[in-house]
């Protein structure tokens, strides 16, 4: 089976970088996403690590250790819109589906 | 292009009622999947389609029933709707040939049986 742990709740401050972590237990996967969903809103796709290392895509930041069994998604110059929930998931190796940690609440204060 | 549709929005069904939930997409993408989202719980797979005319389980299953008669179209079933049904459904699907795994997702439905 597959778990994918994340913290609950974030808060950080507008202009600071914060780091949403998540640690995973999984036979085998092909790779590691992001996606954001804001309050009453659906989940929309971030980004993507099928192999180890960083991805950057603007503010947006997602890295993957498949030995540390770990990946992270980075967000920089933080802005009140960032305000979201913010999902890991991954593609267990032979599947067609995603399977979702809990999310992460971030919280960006002023 | 509107993407992932799913009707109704929202719902009020009593314990024992049936519904049927109606998404559908016009990206022309082979895969189909249905989510329940519950407080705390993060996003889990009831059913999905790879295909127009097929159907799989998902981890959450026990409930529902799925058709997918045609490719833009996948369609959730609540034959008895119970009070632990009450969730907010989102439809999902993605393209087959793409390397890069994203899903597009409906607005969601809201579903509340009391």
């Known amino acids: 089976g597959q778990s994918l742990e994340q913290p609950s709740e974030v808060t950080a401050v507008e202009g600071a970088i914060v780091q949403i972590n998540c640690t995973y237990q999984?036979?085998?996967?092909?790779?590691l996403s992001w996606y954001q969903q804001h309050d009453g809103g659906a989940p929309t796709f971030l980004s993507y690590n099928a192999l180890d290392g960083l991805e950057e895509t603007g503010r947006f930041s997602s890295f993957l250790s498949r030995s540390d069994s770990y990946g992270y998604l980075l967000l920089q110059e933080l802005q009140m819109k960032d305000s979201a929930s913010y999902f890991c998931?991954?593609?267990?190796?032979?599947?067609?589906?995603?399977?979702f940690g809990t999310g992460t609440r971030l919280t960006v204060i002023p | 292009n509107a993407g992932v549709t799913q009707t109704p929005k929202f719902r009020v069904l009593k314990t024992g009622q049936s519904m049927t939930l109606l998404c559908a997409q016009d990206?022309?993408?082979?895969?189909m999947y249905w989510y329940r989202q519950d407080p705390g719980m993060g996003l889990r797979l009831i059913h999905y389609?790879?295909?127009?005319?097929?159907?799989a389980k998902g981890e959450v299953p026990d409930g529902y029933n799925v058709s997918r008669l045609k490719k833009q179209n996948f369609l959730l079933g609540l034959e008895s709707a119970a009070p632990s049904q009450t969730s907010v459904y989102f439809c999902?699907?993605?393209?087959?040939?793409?390397?890069?795994?994203?899903?597009?997702f409906g607005p969601g439905t809201r579903l509340t049986v009391t």
């Open positions: 999902a699907s993605r393209t087959g040939t793409r390397i890069l795994y994203e899903q597009y």
């Open positions: 389609s790879v295909g127009e005319g097929t159907t």
């Open positions: 990206m022309n993408h082979e895969y």
């Open positions: 998931a991954v593609r267990p190796t032979g599947a067609n589906n995603l399977f």
């Open positions: 999984t036979s085998g996967f092909y790779g």
